[in-house]
Structures are given as C-alpha cells and as structure tokens.
C-alpha cells in the first residue's frame, strides 16, 4: 500500500504566523492548496472513524451502486479542510471552537479526485465578550464540480 500525501496535523507548528481575529477581513479569500485524495487517505479516514462502509473499501461492490465506483464518505470534509488549509491558516488556530456548522453535500468525492477549497470569512463580532468569524468553505473536485459547500462560525482565541 502507498502512503498517503502528508499534510500538517500540529495546530501549533507556524501560530505564531496565524491571522488573529482582528487581522481577519470579511470577503477575503483564505489562502489554500490543492489536495490529491488518495484511496489509501480515504480508507485511512474511514477506518479512524469507525466506517466500515463497503462504498468505501470494496470495488466490486461500489460498481454495483449508483456511484459506479468507490467513492468518499461526506463527513471527508473535515480531512479536506486541514489538506487543503497550509499550517499557518488562521482556520487551524489552537483554542478555536468550532459553534456551529451547516454543510451540504452535492457529488461525492472519488479516490484520485484534486480537491481545492475556496474559503473566506464572511463576518466576525462580538457576543458575550467572545470572538466570533462566520465563515464558508467550497470544495470543487478537478472538474470544477462542487463536492460540498458549508458555512459555520467559529470562537477565536483572543
């Protein structure tokens, strides 16, 4: 089995390069990088939470459904988040709190799929003395399809 790409999982690796809340512009574009998903990150996730789908690790019975093929499980999202968000995004700032997200899936993401995202704050404020961004988040697949959008607000750390 090949390794899959490797992307960075320490939040605190370039913090101090981060964005804080008052550096974040509502309607600026969030810098990304394009991700290959690979079959071996897929089933990587997967079996880290507890899916155990044949969709995901089985291809003759992937071909058998409408998806024709193996494919990824909506909630490969969160992955492509970090894959797709260098260690200095302000997104992977240690002491965030995820309040709230709403998402909405529409083509499944497919082994040797490039995922890009598009991101950007929308608005940031202040409730009860914490620091909110509302923001959203678009991944499209190489064909320029839509694999799932989603908008949800975070509580920054000061």
């Known amino acids: 089995m090949t390794q899959a790409p ?5 939040f605190w690796k370039d913090a101090n390069l981060r964005k804080v809340w008052d550096e974040i512009v509502p309607g600026e574009p969030r810098k990304t990088i394009p991700y290959k998903l690979t079959l071996e990150a897929i089933q990587l996730y ?22 024709g093929g193996l494919i990824a499980p909506p909630s490969i999202h969160i992955l492509l988040m970090f ?32 995922i890009t995202l598009q991101a950007r704050a929308l608005d940031k404020f202040i409730k009860r003395e914490r ?4 923001h959203d988040n678009v991944f499209f697949n190489q064909h320029g399809d839509v694999i ?8 920054r750390p000061a």
């Open 6 to 10: 490797q992307f960075e999982t320490d």
């Open 46 to 67: 997967c079996r880290s939470v507890g899916e155990d789908h044949p969709l995901y690790f089985d291809e003759a019975y992937a071909r058998q459904t409408p998806y």
């Open 83 to 114: 894959a797709c968000t260098p260690a200095d995004d302000w997104m992977r700032t240690p002491g965030t709190i995820n309040a709230g997200q709403s998402w909405s899936y529409n083509k499944p993401a497919r082994p040797g799929d490039t």
């Open 131 to 134: 620091l909110f961004v509302v």
């Open 148 to 155: 799932c959008s989603g908008r949800g607000q975070t509580i």
